[in-house]
């Protein structure tokens, strides 16, 4: 085996290691851990690493290890269902998109682009400050106005390149109508390529949610990254390993989506 | 010049459905989903007859039809009303306050960004680096995959709390250094997009035929590369600057809450915490306008430099 080969095989088991362990690890933490990340202990605010508190506690005397915890778990969870919703919307119009060809194809081309140009960060803040209690159901759907126009593009792309190979004619000559070509053949061949899209997606909404709670749109109940980042500014001088998870935790979560999506691209 | 005019009016005209786009989405949210808006900004104690009046005065009793209207005229007219929270200044000329400081903090971090991530792209193609040029790309794509957000406070921390040597967080007098510092953690992330793409433009072109004619006549490196392969791996570094424009006003709005810096994103907050709805709404639609028209700018300066992309 050369060292090129070896060096990518071990590269891939990295890339189906590390998110499965972050999963598993956070969701042991949040169905056995023997701690709410709402619980506050004041005697213990901002008390560093010990042996019951492996992260140490921040603000008031919250457990940081159930916080984030906790809190990766929800982001993982709105992640990755606002990339399915992109990719279930996305995927079939961009195939549709390619196979109709001319008009529509032009018209769903330039509304992506355009989609793609807008500033959601913006319209995210909007809405939130709209509703009066924000939840992340009202992230997901703020999220998934734009989500679909990347997968769409790329589903776009490959079907221009797939409508025209033997296999598609070959099935339309035996007599496949569209919905069925789109579904057997041209779907199942963009999956790779979009795999690695539905990875960059979910990591970019994780790193939006914590930033969004960060400067104080999160949900009520602080139960995000972007708080325990929060608590850490305001503590710099005085409780330095909160800001330290923190910064990790959204650093491990963003890295770990964006690595399962290329394990799926072979 | 008919050409160029073409792109150009393309470009005004996708800038423009972009911002029409937001600002009747802000517009609908603000008004369409459930609760009302004056109870948000006053409160649950507030009485039928204030909330009243306030509706009276945001033009909340009208129907939506002529509330749109009034929202787009006073959109092309820069009046959007009065601030709620501080009455007797319009809502326009605050977030013009606040642009200021903010337009400072992204524009130094843009030409940081394109000028370290061209020097860096320079260098990975140059002799110089050796067997190490990979370096540079692995440097850009480790950065690249780095949120703003998990490295921005711990470079934070490391240098202003531990070494001490730029201001901390939140310091009135930060001054010229704290901006540099805050630009420059906005550039970071800036600079790894354009090395990536500006290394694979400046590989691209190295096997273009003009720039082997360039180099057997004599030219030194410098020169084949200022004056040959450089302008033809501008169009790219424009475009990426234009696409990261987005994660650079989300990272904006980071950093001026993290360092408490006077800003569009402030005052969005301040807006938010304090419901003051015209204040939102200009600081929004003005901000999403600005970014929306400099980001077609981008796309149309590429397409006026490079025929492929038209």
Redesign the interface.
Known sequence: MTRASEKRRRRSVVARVLPLALVISVTTVVALGPRSPTRLVPALSWAPPSLSFPLGCGEAGGDLLALVAHATLRGIALASSVALIGFSIGCPLGAAAGLLRGRVEQIIARAC??VQ???????A????????VPTRAHLAVVFALTAWAPFTRLALAQTRVLRDAAFVEAARALGARSTRIVLRHVIPNLLGVVAVQLGATAAAIV??E??LS????GTRDGVAL?AV?DQ??SA??RA?HV??V???S??VT??SL?VAGRAFDK | MLRVFRIAAGKFV?AL??VV??AS??FL??RV???D?AA?VLGDQATEFERAALRAKLHLDESLVAQYTRFLRGLVTFDLGESVRRPGTSAVLRVWDAALPTAELAGLAVLMGATVGVAAAIAGAGPWLGARHGWVDKMATALA???L???A??L??AL??RLRIVP??GDPEAGALGLVFASGLLALPLSAHVARVSRAALDDVARAQFLGVARAKGGSFARVLWLHALPAAAGPIVTVVGAQL?AL??GA??LE??FERRGL?TL??E???S?DLPV??AA?VF??AF??FV??LAAAAHAMVDPRVR
Do not use: K, N
């Open positions: 682009d355009l140009a807008f500033p959601s960060f913006l319209l803040l909007v809405v939130l400050s709209a509703v009066r790193v939006s914590a930033a960060f400067v104080g749109f972007g980042l850490g500014v710099m001088l330095p800001l330290l923190g910064a990790a959204v650093f963003s890295v964006m | 996708d459905i972009v786009a937001l989405l802000v949210a603000l989903l459930p609760g808006p948000l995959a780095t949120p957000l998990a490295f406070p711990v934070t921390y202003a709390a901390l967080p987005g006003l989300g709005v980071v809450r993290l994103g969005i907050l807006a938010y915490a419901r939102l709404e929004v901000s999403g970014f929306a980001q077609q």
